[in-house]
């Protein structure tokens, strides 16, 4: 079965795998350069010994704060060798194929040793875990969402601490776990450790006799696990919430995200039978399709539940699966782009913790809870004694087709991105920018235009750029509420209007002051604006208004404004 998820990985990131460097997923480009830029800030880590939880490589001079931007330290660190010998963008299509495979791999080995005895239901299981349409939906942009290969086996030894001898022992194990997942992404750990949480209660509410049993060393093991975990993660939680350029609460352009309830009955754009346009308005983006099940299989859970309501685990898991299929539709519900009540996330959203979330994503755990119920169920029916058990399995087979083949993986769509002008890989640029200089592209890079970050990203960070695409508190005042990027900046609004419009304005005096101030705060050495770049043009004209006549060199116009930068503001 893993090599069966490792083709079925291989198979859905396969447009990428042709051509990673210059191919990219349709529609947002902006997570996957930033990841790569994640993966290029490890190397330096472990290279150059850099500190991991804050950099100034990028929004330069105030830096970024990356252990509230889920850094993937524990996974870009491992991939190192992998990123120096092929590049960043090898390393996150290679992230994203192993996520999915991994993922469905690591459940298939936990639900066929501990839930299920039946080979084929633990496949089934493991199948819908890794490639469930909320998984597709985040492989093309959020591999520290999809690499969940850890989360079974928390969960797992969660529940051996309900029942272990050696409780110290155990906790000790479930922290150095908990950690690790820290470091791939906290919010996918919270999803868990709430999930475990409403599950076991649920369990305990239907046999309230389990807890005489069971408090005694799960008290004991979860106070190691906290013990052992707070301090492996003290200091680097400290620097995400007390650091430098830390914030609190999400910007409010997520908080709000939720699920259409239509959206539990809809397959998700990357599917066989998804369609992208039928599925507008059901999810906040399609980086988001957290709950789209299918009316296919959204029917045989249901029906599954209600054959099965006498196992307790089945009620436990449909309880938990309802709770959080509920929150994740948001602050307002709403059915087919209708608002039709006010949801239970308006009462949690200011909750610390909670207020980091994004509510839309509680919808992967109710996917967790279908596969599970689905092995559950297979095997149920796979063992049934009747009459004529060849006909039984038959119909089993049968329910899974029907209720599967519609949400299929199909391969990722990808378009084309431009490549890495020449001039930086050609090492051109380092002729002008100095260790405490920046080289500024041009459009500034931001949440809409990220190609400045994979330039860096293409030297391992050797250069420093101002702006990028990263959370931040507002106008860089540490401890205010978060939002996507860094101070307002009047050079990146002005240049990314030009390159979306292709007016070219007319500065003044003033705006030409201003913008060199800026040039100066960020310690500007070069702007380089590619020959590729969308209104070139017009670019290249307004610029040169700003810092005289540029130069081409190779396939770049550059503006040394060393000079300009060095005076005196």
Known sequence: MYAVFLLAALWVTSRIWIDPAGRVASLYSSDPAQVQFFLAHSVRVVLHGEFPFYTEQFNYPDGVNLMANTAILALGIPMVPVTLLFGPAVSFVLLVTLGLAGTAAAWYHVLSRHLVRNRLAAAVGGWFCGFSSAMLSHASWHPNIISQYLLPFIVWRVLVLSRTRRPI????????????????????????????????????????????????????????CAV?????????????????????????????????????????SPTLGGNQRANVGLAPNYSEENAFLGWSLALLTVGIVCWLRREVMVRALAVTGALFAVLSLGERISWWHREVATGPWEWLVRLPLLDAVVPTRFGLITSVTVAILLAIAVERAWSLRLPDRRTARTL???????????????????????????????????????????????????????????????????????????LAPRNGNTGDPGRFGGRPSGVGELLQEVATTGRTPKLDDRQRRRFLDELRHWRAAILVLPFSQQNVEPLRRTVEQLAGPGRRELDVWVWDVRTLTSREA
């Open 228 to 268: 052992l975990a707070g301090a492996l993660l003290a200091y680097p939680l400290h620097i995400q919430f007390a650091g430098p350029m830390a914030y609190h609460g999400l910007s409010d352009a997520v908080r709000d995200y939720g699920n259409d309830i239509a959206a539990f009955f809809a397959p998700g």
């Open 169 to 224: 022992r155990d906790g000790l194990l479930l922290a150095l776990l908990v950690t690790a997942q820290a470091f791939i992404n906290e919010e996918i750990l919270l999803f868990t450790a709430l999930t475990c949480a409403v599950f076991l209660l649920a369990v305990v509410v239907q046999e309230p006799h389990r807890w005489a049993a069971a408090w005694r060393p799960m008290a004991l093991g979860l106070s190691a």
């Open 396 to 470: 089993t087979v049968a329910g899974l087709v029907l209720a599967l083949l519609p949400i299929v993986p199909m391969p990722l769509n990808v378009v084309s991105r431009p490549p890495v002008p020449k001039f930086i890989t050609a090492d051109r640029w380092r002729a002008y920018v100095g260790p405490d200089q920046t080289l500024v592209p041009i459009p500034v890079p931001s949440m809409g235009n990220t190609n400045g970050m994979r330039w860096a990203a293409a030297t391992n960070l050797d250069f420093k750029i101002p702006g990028g695409y990263f």
